[in-house]
T-cell receptor
């Protein structure tokens, strides 16, 4: 099976940086995804990492270390609209399915 | 561009009543399609996925079923709803790198 762990909740200040960690244990790993989900809405795709290293997209960056089974999502210059849950998900090689972590709720305070 | 539709947006149903939720995709052919359920404050639970017409894989034994009568249509059903079926139901399709794109969801409350 697959085991994916993320912190339940984090709080940060507007303009600051927050790092959301995700650790996973799975055989046949083939990629890791991050999604953003605002309260009451569907998740939206943020990033995909399949190789080790950092992927940057504007204020959001995602990092992967396959050997450590570890990823993080970095949110810079936090804005109030970044208050949401952030979901980490893993896909196995030749797989059709994503397995999601429980999500990390980020609260941005003024 | 691809779009995914779900209806209804919200639904309140009594225990023991039937259920039918519909998902349709536009702008793509033969997509992999998925049904998830999200209980309040929880993560996403994969219920069913389909790689083609009439092909359904079930992930969790329960009183729900799924069907794919057409290439871009995916239906979630139940003959008798339970209280525990309440939740946010999401349909998704898969992009080129296996990333999944979600529909707007159906919020189901079983009373």
């Amino acid at each position: 099976g697959q085991n994916i762990d993320q912190p339940t909740e984090m709080t940060a200040t507007e303009g600051a940086i927050v790092q959301i960690n995700c650790t996973y244990q799975t055989s046949g790993f083939n990629g890791l995804f991050w999604y953003q989900q605002h309260a009451g809405e569907a998740p939206t795709f943020l990033s995909y990492n399949v190789l080790d290293g950092l992927e940057e997209k504007g204020r959001f960056s995602s990092f992967l270390s396959r050997s450590k089974g570890y990823s993080y999502l970095l949110l810079k210059e936090l804005q109030m609209k970044d208050s949401a849950s952030y979901l980490c998900a893993v896909i196995k090689a030749a797989g059709n399915k994503l397995t999601f972590g429980g999500g990390t709720r980020v609260l941005v305070k003024p | 561009s691809q779009t995914i539709h779900q209806w209804p947006a919200t639904l309140v149903q009594p225990v023991g009543s039937p259920l039918s939720l519909e998902c349709t995709v536009e702008g793509t052919s033969n997509p992999n399609l998925y049904w998830y359920r999200q209980a309040a404050g929880r993560g996403l639970q994969l219920l069913f996925y389909s790689v083609g017409i009439g092909q359904i894989s079930s992930e969790v034994p329960q009183n729900l079923s799924a069907s794919r009568p057409q290439d871009r249509q995916f239906i979630l059903s139940s003959k008798k709803l339970l209280l525990s079926d309440s939740g946010f139901y999401l349909c998704a399709w898969v992009g080129l790198n296996y990333e999944q794109y979600f529909g707007p969801g159906t919020r189901l409350t079983v009373t």
